[in-house]
C-alpha cells in the first residue's frame, strides 16, 4: 500500500480559487459580485464551495418559490412562441451557443474543475462534450424526421409527425455540471422545448455561467429569453420541476434514491420523466484479453474523475487464470497516480466532493472487509494537514470473495471490487446480478466471447463495450440504462424523441370511406 506523504503538493487556497471562479465568471459576462447575496439578504442562500479546499466562494441568493413559479410560467408562455418557430432557426440559437462555448472553453473548465474538482484535461472534455452536443443538435435541427407508414385503405396516407413537448424540467448532478445540462438542453432546443433548470446546489456558478452565455447567444439571434430558465438551490426547487403540470418532461440526473422519490411524483400528474440514475459498472476480462490494453482502461474508468462518474467501473470480473497478474498490475499503476491539485497538469486524481464522500468511501471498505473483503491499495485520505475540509483520498481496489450487499451497492467514490470467474456464464452472472444497468465492457480478443457479451442474454446494460473500459461515452450514441438506472436515454441517436410528443396522422384524399379492420357502418 502506498504510504500517504507526510507533506503534499502544493494546493490552492480558497482566495485564489474565489479569485479565479469570479474572472471566470466575468469572462462569461456573468458579474458575481451581483449575484451575492447582501448580508441584509432575508430568503434562503445557497453557498458555492470548492472541493479543492472546502472552502465558500460564495454566498448566492437561492431561488424561492415565487421566483420559480415565475420562471416556469414564463418558459411556459415563451413555449407557446417557440415551438412555432421552424425547426432549423431554432438551430440557429444551438449553433450560436455551441460557438460561445467553444470561445469560453478555458474559462468553463476552471469553473468544473473549482466546482466539481475534476482534473483539467476531464473538465476541458466536459466542456468539448457541450461543444459536441451543440453540433449534434444543430443538424438534428434539419432531421426530426416523421415515418410515412403503409397503410391498409386505399386513398389514404397514413404517416406520424413529431411536434415539441413543452417546458422540460433539467434536474443535474454535481458530477457532470455541465455537459448534462447541454446533452437536455441543446436537444430539447431544438425539439422547440423551452427548459428550466435545476443544477446541483454543488455546482450553481458553472450554472451561472452556462445559463449567461445561452442568454447572450437568445439575444444575438432573436430568440425570446424565455426559452431558458435557471432556479438555484437544494432539493426543494427541485421538487416545483417536479410537481408543477406545466412542466411536460422531467429529465432528471442523480442518484437512485433520488429518482425513487421524482418518478412516482411526475406520473402521478401524467408527466414525462427521463431518469439518468446511478450505475454500478463491471468490466469483465477474460484469457484472451490483451492485458496492456486492459490495464489501462480499467484504471482509467476507475480511478479517472476520482471514481465519480456514474459510468465508473466498480466491479472488475476476471477470469481465474489471469486475475493474480493482472490485478498486481493494477494496483501497481494506482500506487503511480498522482493525487492533488486538479489544476496541476500532472494531477491524475483530483480531490473527492466533499468528507463525507470519503465517510461513505471508508463506511464501503469496511463493510467489505468485514465480508470478508481484502483491500489490496487505497482508502486513504492525505494532505489532510494542508486541507483539512477537503477529501484528497487514494483510489481503492477490494479483492472479494463473493459479491455481496456492499458490491452490489454504488458508493460514489473510488472502490473497485475485483471478483473472479471460471466460465463466461459465471461472469455474466454475476455482472448482471446488480440492481443498476448503467455501463459495461468485456475485454477479449475472442470474438465468441465478444459477441455473446453484446447479445440479448449477455450484458444488461444501456451501454455495453468491447476493448474499452466502461466510461467515456460519445454524445453520438444514445445514453443511459436499465433497471434501477432509470431507463431514460439522453444525448445522441434518436434520444431527440423524448423531447418531443408523436401525431399520428390519417388523411383521405379519395372520396369513398372505408373503415379500418373492414368494419361496415352506415
Ligand atoms: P443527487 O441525487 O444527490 O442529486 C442530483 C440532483 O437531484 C440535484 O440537483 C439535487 O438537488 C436533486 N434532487 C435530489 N432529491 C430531489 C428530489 N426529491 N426532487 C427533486 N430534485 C431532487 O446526486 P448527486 O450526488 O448530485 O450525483 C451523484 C449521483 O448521480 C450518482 O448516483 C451518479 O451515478 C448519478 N449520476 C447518474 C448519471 C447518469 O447519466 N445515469 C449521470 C451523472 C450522475
Given at each position: 500500500?502506498?504510504?500517504?506523504?507526510?507533506?503534499?503538493?502544493?494546493?490552492?487556497?480558497?482566495?485564489?480559487?474565489?479569485?479565479?471562479?469570479?474572472?471566470?465568471?466575468?469572462?462569461?459576462?456573468?458579474?458575481?459580485?451581483?449575484?451575492?447575496?447582501?448580508?441584509?439578504?432575508?430568503?434562503?442562500?445557497?453557498?458555492?464551495?470548492?472541493?479543492?479546499?472546502?472552502?465558500?466562494?460564495?454566498?448566492?441568493?437561492?431561488?424561492?418559490?415565487?421566483?420559480?413559479?415565475?420562471?416556469?410560467?414564463?418558459?411556459?408562455?415563451?413555449?407557446?412562441?417557440?415551438?412555432?418557430?421552424?425547426?432549423?432557426?431554432?438551430?440557429?440559437?444551438?449553433?450560436?451557443?455551441?460557438?460561445?462555448?467553444?470561445?469560453?472553453?478555458?474559462?468553463?473548465?476552471?469553473?468544473?474543475?473549482?466546482?466539481?474538482?475534476?482534473?483539467?484535461?476531464?473538465?476541458?472534455?466536459?466542456?468539448?462534450?457541450?461543444?459536441?452536443?451543440?453540433?449534434?443538435?444543430?443538424?438534428?435541427?434539419?432531421?426530426?424526421?416523421?415515418?410515412?407508414?403503409?397503410?391498409?385503405?386505399?386513398?389514404?396516407?397514413?404517416?406520424?409527425?413529431?411536434?415539441?413537448?413543452?417546458?422540460?424540467?433539467?434536474?443535474?448532478?454535481?458530477?457532470?455540471?455541465?455537459?448534462?445540462?447541454?446533452?437536455?438542453?441543446?436537444?430539447?432546443?431544438?425539439?422547440?422545448?423551452?427548459?428550466?433548470?435545476?443544477?446541483?446546489?454543488?455546482?450553481?456558478?458553472?450554472?451561472?455561467?452556462?445559463?449567461?452565455?445561452?442568454?447572450?447567444?437568445?439575444?444575438?439571434?432573436?430568440?425570446?429569453?424565455?426559452?431558458?430558465?435557471?432556479?438555484?438551490?437544494?432539493?426543494?426547487?427541485?421538487?416545483?420541476?417536479?410537481?408543477?403540470?406545466?412542466?411536460?418532461?422531467?429529465?432528471?440526473?442523480?442518484?437512485?434514491?433520488?429518482?425513487q422519490l421524482v418518478a412516482p411524483r411526475v406520473a402521478a400528474r401524467f408527466g414525462r420523466c427521463l431518469l439518468e440514475l446511478g450505475g454500478n459498472n463491471a468490466a469483465v476480462v477474460t484469457p484472451s484479453a490483451d492485458l496492456d490494453l486492459a490495464v489501462r482502461g480499467i484504471v482509467f474508468s476507475a480511478a479517472g474523475t476520482a471514481g465519480q462518474r456514474c459510468t465508473t467501473l466498480r466491479r472488475l470480473i476476471v477470469h481465474e487464470d489471469v486475475a493474480d497478474g493482472l490485478v498486481e498490475r493494477i494496483v501497481q499503476a494506482y500506487g503511480q497516480l498522482p493525487l492533488g491539485d486538479p489544476f496541476d497538469a500532472s494531477t491524475l486524481v483530483g480531490p473527492l466532493i466533499s468528507t463525507a464522500a470519503h465517510t461513505a468511501m471508508s463506511d464501503a471498505l469496511a463493510a467489505a472487509q468485514q465480508a470478508g473483503g481484502k483491500l489490496l491499495t487505497g482508502g486513504e485520505r492525505c494532505y489532510e494537514a494542508q486541507a483539512p475540509d477537503a477529501a484528497y483520498v487514494r483510489p481503492a481496489i477490494v479483492r472479494m470473495p463473493e459479491q455481496t450487499e456492499i458490491v452490489r451497492t454504488e458508493t460514489f467514490a473510488p472502490v473497485l471490487y475485483v471478483l473472479t470467474y471460471r466460465t463466461l456464464d459465471e461472469a455474466i452472472a454475476l455482472h448482471n446480478g446488480v440492481p443498476q444497468g448503467l455501463s459495461s465492457s468485456i475485454f477479449t480478443r475472442d470474438q465468441r466471447e465478444a459477441e455473446r457479451f453484446l447479445a440479448a442474454d449477455g450484458s444488461d446494460c444501456g451501454?455495453?463495450?468491447?476493448?474499452?473500459?466502461?466510461?467515456?461515452?460519445?454524445?453520438?450514441?444514445?445514453?443511459?440504462?436499465?433497471?434501477?438506472?432509470?431507463?431514460?436515454?439522453?444525448?445522441?441517436?434518436?434520444?431527440?424523441?423524448?423531447?418531443m410528443r408523436r401525431a399520428t396522422n390519417t388523411v383521405n384524399y379519395s372520396a369513398d370511406l372505408p373503415l379500418a379492420q373492414g368494419v361496415n357502418f352506415l
Open positions: 500500500m502506498p504510504a500517504t506523504p507526510a507533506a503534499g503538493p502544493r494546493l490552492p487556497d480558497t482566495a485564489t480559487l474565489r479569485a479565479r471562479a469570479a474572472t471566470a465568471l466575468r469572462r462569461c459576462g456573468i458579474d458575481l459580485e451581483a449575484h451575492t447575496a447582501p448580508p441584509a439578504h432575508e430568503g434562503d442562500t445557497l453557498p458555492a464551495r470548492t472541493p479543492l479546499t472546502g472552502g465558500t466562494l460564495a454566498h448566492l441568493p437561492a431561488t424561492t418559490p415565487e421566483q420559480a413559479d415565475a420562471a416556469i410560467a414564463e418558459a411556459h408562455r415563451t413555449f407557446q412562441e417557440w415551438r412555432t418557430v421552424p425547426a432549423p432557426r431554432r438551430g440557429a440559437l444551438v449553433k450560436r451557443l455551441g460557438e460561445l462555448l467553444t470561445a469560453h472553453r478555458e474559462e468553463l473548465a476552471d469553473l468544473v474543475t473549482i466546482e466539481a474538482g475534476k482534473i483539467r484535461s476531464e473538465a476541458l472534455g466536459e466542456v468539448q462534450e457541450m461543444i459536441d452536443i451543440c453540433d449534434f443538435a444543430v443538424g438534428l435541427s434539419r432531421q426530426l424526421y416523421g415515418r410515412t407508414i403503409a397503410g391498409e385503405r386505399p386513398g389514404h396516407r397514413l404517416s406520424e409527425s413529431w411536434h415539441p413537448l413543452g417546458v422540460v424540467g433539467v434536474i443535474s448532478a454535481f458530477n457532470f455540471p455541465v455537459a448534462v445540462w447541454s446533452w437536455n438542453t441543446a436537444v430539447a432546443l431544438v425539439c422547440g422545448d423551452t427548459v428550466v433548470w435545476k443544477p446541483s446546489e454543488l455546482t450553481p456558478l458553472t450554472a451561472l455561467a452556462c445559463d449567461g452565455l445561452l442568454a447572450r447567444a437568445a439575444a444575438e439571434v432573436g430568440a425570446p429569453a424565455g426559452v431558458h430558465r435557471l432556479l438555484l438551490g437544494a432539493r426543494a426547487c427541485g421538487e416545483r420541476l417536479v410537481d408543477d403540470p406545466r412542466v411536460a418532461l422531467v429529465s432528471a440526473t442523480g442518484s437512485v434514491r433520488m429518482g451501454i455495453a463495450n468491447v476493448n474499452i473500459g466502461t466510461s467515456g461515452a460519445e454524445i453520438g450514441g444514445a445514453f443511459g440504462g436499465e433497471k434501477e438506472t432509470g431507463g431514460g436515454r439522453e444525448s445522441g441517436s434518436d434520444a431527440w424523441r423524448a423531447y
